[in-house]
T-cell receptor
Framework: QKEVEQNSGPLSVPEGAIASLNCTYS??????FFWYRQYSGKSPELIMS????GDKEDGRFTAQLNKASQYVSLLIRDSQPSDSATYLC??????????FGKGTRLHILP | GAVVSQHPSRVICKSGTSVKIECRSL??????MFWYRQFPKQSLMLMAT?????????EQGVEKDKFLINHASLTLSTLTVTSAHPEDSSFYIC??????????????FGNGTRLTVT
């Protein structure tokens, strides 16, 4: 079983709509969860961190964590064309390493 | 916020030569830095964990004699690709954690180095 799983996409969302990105993880002991955005040819940039069950909001972004279901998601409200990128889910794993999913490609349709 | 600087951003070298990539944490100390490699349209792959003052820890399948890592200070780690081959052409990205490697701290990435071996 892969440690961090994401749907590779592409996920196409109309401009102005809500984009919903999902991620599951296998290690029940994980305590830290992160979402990164990566534009083509660039390095990842941190969008949000979440550590407790529930929702965490930052501007147009909301991260949701459900440890019982081993599930973390990212919602992007009022999607903009500039949100088109690959979104990486990351989870702290064994030996405190951060394990990345393969990423979901998001396309915002103008 | 935490800033990680990586240099050079692009390098082209000939087969058989060596290339050094520098990674610096600019506004925080990093006892641990991480080196990733990413091939086109593929996911980030952790190559090694760089530990200040001690030997790096390499992931399975990564040749430690080919990818030399030195972490001489709390703000600088270097990756040297030795005897480079065309198949080493990739995007190399370093990262570091604030908070002395706390499990709660996210990784911050450098801008990456695009290596092309001809």
């Amino acid at each position: 079983q892969k440690e961090v799983e994401q749907n590779s996409g592409p996920l196409s969302v109309p401009e102005g709509a809500i984009a919903s990105l999902n991620c599951t993880y296998s290690d029940r002991g994980s305590q830290s969860f992160f979402w990164y955005r990566q534009y083509s040819g660039k390095s990842p940039e941190l969008i949000m961190s979440i550590y407790s069950n529930g929702d965490k909001e930052d501007g147009r972004f909301t991260a949701q964590l459900n440890k019982a279901s081993q599930y973390v998601s990212l919602l992007i409200r009022d999607s903009q064309p500039s949100d088109s990128a690959t979104y990486l889910c990351a989870v702290n794993g064994r030996d405190d390493k951060i394990i990345f999913g393969k990423g979901t490609r998001l396309h915002i349709l103008p | 916020g935490a800033v990680v600087s990586q240099h050079p951003s692009r390098v082209i070298c000939k087969s058989g030569t060596s290339v050094k990539i520098e990674c610096r944490s600019l506004d925080f100390q990093a006892t641990t830095m991480f080196w990733y490699r990413q091939f086109p349209k593929q996911s980030l792959m952790l190559m090694a964990t760089s530990n200040e003052g001690s030997k790096a820890t390499y992931e399975q399948g990564v040749e430690k004699d080919k990818f030399l890592i030195n972490h001489a200070s709390l703000t600088l780690s270097t990756l040297t690709v030795t005897s480079a081959h065309p198949e080493d052409s990739s995007f190399y990205i370093c990262s570091a954690r604030e908070g002395q490697g706390s499990v709660w701290a996210p990784l911050h990435f450098g801008n990456g180095t695009r290596l092309t071996v001809t």
